[in-house]
């Protein structure tokens, strides 16, 4: 068989998405098969949607039928782009996209390389100007080109992360403001060795204050005076709530501190910064009982791969006690699986070392040999659909939707309500606040005394008699 000539052509009239679910559906028919699916408009509303399915890719020459022809050539010695389609068809492949995804991503790949020939323009020449070029002549004869566009964007950022071409040079002249903000991102940064996400906390709040005292106007440091941090810590109290004012007025101390420490002011302003009274402790933890813990771990349907892996992170919360972040951060190299040890990165970049029980362990093992897709990426919780990258901003969901399975409602359904869980059962069980405060890791002995509240028991021993009342 000639390698130009598919094996077989099949005409179906469907939509496109119904022939992408048949083709999953006998996927096991073609494993040693590659296949192409293409349509045909031919005016008022008919579709034609024709299967290409051959034995090698090698020399296929798929022709996209419309108004003219784009006739794409596989010779990786041709066109500016040839000898990058292999890598990055690779690249693809590691980000768990299926054989179809890929081949109509490289074969748009392809056209642009044939474009780029045809055009005499060289991979130096692939800038934003002549991806708009491109698409101009390539929207003359396809309906459809958004879900295209990003295909193109997403091989020319490739090109950058591997160096192949350069980024384009951006001139942006850089404001006074914007260099102050810079400079207090890199002094929390490098020298206060906060995380990202507390940086770009900090530079909102700071942000906001700047453009409240000043507006337009020339930053003057020398301006600033009690009365005016008063009057807008008063003015956002009526906007926001108690804990995001605590938020404001830690970051403005923190700013005046590196204003004092850089000699920009001579006044200690952070002294004169309200504190706020923090009403937290007032309050009993949010937790559910160990049998609601029990619960809602088996809630967890370990007959799916999502389900094995929600269970992995659930019972990780629930026995170590873990911040959603630090789940987030576990890499494959953190396990030491002669010691039984894990490593945990938790906030302001500590490193702390904790027992692996053998429950928690085998729940990973499991999601390692079952579930986790084979890719390059070290995290050790990875999504589970294309493109493949670490498990971040989903995990508070799973414990919500873990907790509606179960069929409990508490108060809190967020990824800190194991964590609260935990530490009451120890406290219960007659662990020690030093115990504790080791297990959940806390920098401060006034966080752990929180949970001194729930003990109902140890508490009541304390309480005078009241006339009346056993």
């Known amino acids: 068989m000639s390698p130009k000539e598919p094996a077989f052509i099949a005409y179906v009239v469907m939509p496109r998405t119904l022939l992408c679910r048949v083709i999953d559906l006998f996927r096991h028919y073609f494993t040693t098969n590659l296949i192409f ?9 008919i579709k034609v949607s024709y299967i290409f399915i051959a034995k090698s890719i090698a020399g296929v020459h798929l022709m996209l039928k419309h108004s003219k022809q784009w006739t794409t050539v596989t ?43 045809q055009k005499k323009l060289q991979i130096e020449d692939l800038n934003e100007e002549c991806i708009n070029a491109f698409f101009k002549d390539y929207h003359k004869c396809h309906v459809k080109i958004s879900d295209r566009i990003y295909s193109v964007r997403d091989f020319v ?33 490098n020298e206060r060795g906060l995380a990202r996400v507390t940086v770009e906390g900090y530079i909102t709040i700071v942000g906001n204050f700047l453009s409240h005292r000043f507006g337009m106007d020339k930053i003057n440091f020398r301006k600033l005076n009690p009365a005016d941090i008063r009057a807008y810590i008063f003015e956002q109290r009526k906007i926001y709530s108690l804990s ?99 490593t945990i990165r938790g906030k302001g970049g500590y490193h702390d070392e904790l027992p692996l029980p053998k429950d928690v362990g085998r729940a990973i093992v499991a999601y390692l040999k079952k579930v986790r897709p084979k890719c390059d990426i070290r995290g050790l919780f990875v999504s589970s659909r294309a493109p493949i990258k670490i498990l971040t901003k989903g995990i508070p969901t799973i414990v919500k939707r873990a907790c509606q399975r179960a069929g409990l409602s508490p108060p809190s359904q967020g990824a800190h309500l194991l964590r609260h869980s935990l530490a009451t059962r120890m406290l219960r069980e007659g662990s020690t606040m030093t115990e504790i405060a080791n297990i959940l890791r806390h920098r401060s002995p006034t966080t752990t005394e929180t949970y001194a509240k729930v003990d109902i028991q140890s508490l009541g021993k304390l309480a005078r008699p009241w006339p009346g009342v056993n």
């Open 37 to 45: 699916i293409s349509k045909i408009n031919f005016g008022l509303g």
């Open 75 to 117: 010779d990786p010695n041709f066109g500016p782009l040839g000898k990058y389609l292999e890598r990055f068809r690779i690249r693809l492949s590691n980000l768990g996209y299926s054989e179809l995804t890929i081949e109509i991503k490289t074969r748009l790949v392809r056209q642009l390389n044939q474009w780029l020939y």
């Open 157 to 189: 950022n490739w090109l950058y992360e591997e160096n192949i071409i350069c980024r384009p040079k951006v001139v942006k002249s850089v404001s006074k403001f914007d260099q102050i903000l810079n400079e207090y991102a890199c002094y929390l940064q």
């Open 244 to 342: 995001r004012i605590q938020l404001v007025t830690t970051g403005l101390r923190s700013f005046f501190n590196y204003l004092r420490l850089n000699g920009d002011i001579k006044t200690d302003l952070a002294a004169s910064v309200l504190t706020i009274a923090d009403r937290s402790k007032s309050e009993l933890p949010k937790y559910i009982s160990t049998d609601d813990v029990n619960k809602l771990l088996l809630s967890c349907n370990q007959a799916k791969p999502s389900g094995i892996r929600n269970y992995a992170i659930l019972i990780l919360m629930a026995r170590l006690g873990l911040r959603a972040k630090e789940i987030s951060s576990i890499t494959l190299d953190d396990i030491n699986w002669e010691a039984g040890i894990i």
